[in-house]
């Protein structure tokens, strides 16, 4: 008897590796994509929001709803990663202007509290939609989220501009802060481990030329993620960092996890958003190791 497909919310900031991870998830019979929510971050909100919309519709998927959540950080001015995603957020692939959307910080909660079973929830981008929801409504959080897999963290490897932290922890320390203390069934999957999840590029020429449209949608963004990290890293390829999240749930065992305890520093300077081990700090399962060969056959669904 085939099981029941995981209930899933998607809270993105769309996003080259997004795009990819949402493209996945509307073509993986696994799971029900109940709505996706959409933040600021590798572009601004109406950019990002934009940009879901356009996968999903590429993906024969415009019913999954898409609803604009925060367009900043909790307590500090908005951030961008266009340096690596480009100015639409998708690198070359082609998009429409994207129209005015009016900010909802509560939009997350909205959906976890429409929602009649738990659910699993991933977060690829910053944490602040989840932050807002934690503190208007804590209880509803922790009925409605059965499991919560973020793309967070940084320990060994520096995120980009050589930073100590990853860019979704660095864009609001604060909210991810918030995230870890709130005892949520919450893992980590670290640069640490989503940095072993490159694409060569001439996996992305071969893409360009797929039959299937998202493919070759996906392989105008990807190109442009190519050519960032040879610029920012000198890397010959590009990392698509949030597909680990959902191949973890596509194929559960895909990550080994490891405890930590941890905290994130909400310094100004060059400790902001880091990702550490303390004493005194969450106890935290972490993603230490990846079953790469694997994740890359579930990408086979979108990449053609």
């Not at 209880?139 to 060994?156: K, S």
């Amino acid at each position: 008897m085939q099981a029941a497909p995981i209930r899933l919310i998607i809270d993105t900031d769309p996003g080259i590796d997004d795009v990819v991870t949402l493209a996945l998830a509307a073509r993986s019979p696994e799971v029900e994509v109940v709505a996706v929510t959409t933040t600021y971050g590798t572009a601004a909100l109406q950019e990002t929001t934009r940009n879901a919309r356009t996968v999903l519709a590429l993906a024969s998927r415009p019913d999954i709803p898409v609803h604009p959540g925060s367009d900043r950080p909790m307590s500090r001015p908005p951030v961008t990663g266009a340096a690596m995603h480009g100015p639409s957020g998708v690198g070359y692939a082609a998009v429409t202007a994207a129209p005015a959307v009016a900010a909802d910080p509560a939009a997350l909660l909205r959906v976890l509290r429409s929602t009649t079973t738990p659910v699993t929830l991933l977060t690829l981008g910053p944490q602040t939609n989840l932050a807002h929801a934690l503190d208007r409504d804590p209880t509803v959080v922790r009925r409605a989220v059965a499991r919560h897999l973020a793309m967070l963290g940084t320990f060994a490897e520096r995120g980009a501009s050589d930073r100590l932290a990853d860019f979704n922890a660095w864009a609001d320390p604060e909210a991810a802060q918030r995230v870890l203390q709130a005892e949520l069934p919450t893992a980590l999957v670290p640069l640490d481990v989503t940095r072993r999840m490159t694409l060569r590029p001439d996996d992305v020429i071969r893409l360009a030329v797929s039959a299937d449209e998202v493919t070759r949608w996906l392989a105008a963004a990807l190109e442009f993620s190519v050519e960032a990290h040879r610029r920012a890293r000198g890397l010959t390829g590009c990392v698509v960092n949030d597909v680990l999240t959902l191949g973890e749930v596509l194929a559960p065992g895909l990550l080994r996890f490891e405890e930590r305890r941890l905290v994130v520093d909400l310094d100004e300077g060059e400790r902001r958003g880091h990702t550490r081990e303390a004493a005194d700090g969450v106890l935290i399962p972490v993603a230490s190791d990846v079953d790469v060969a694997r994740m890359r056959t579930l990408l086979e669904r979108v990449f053609r």
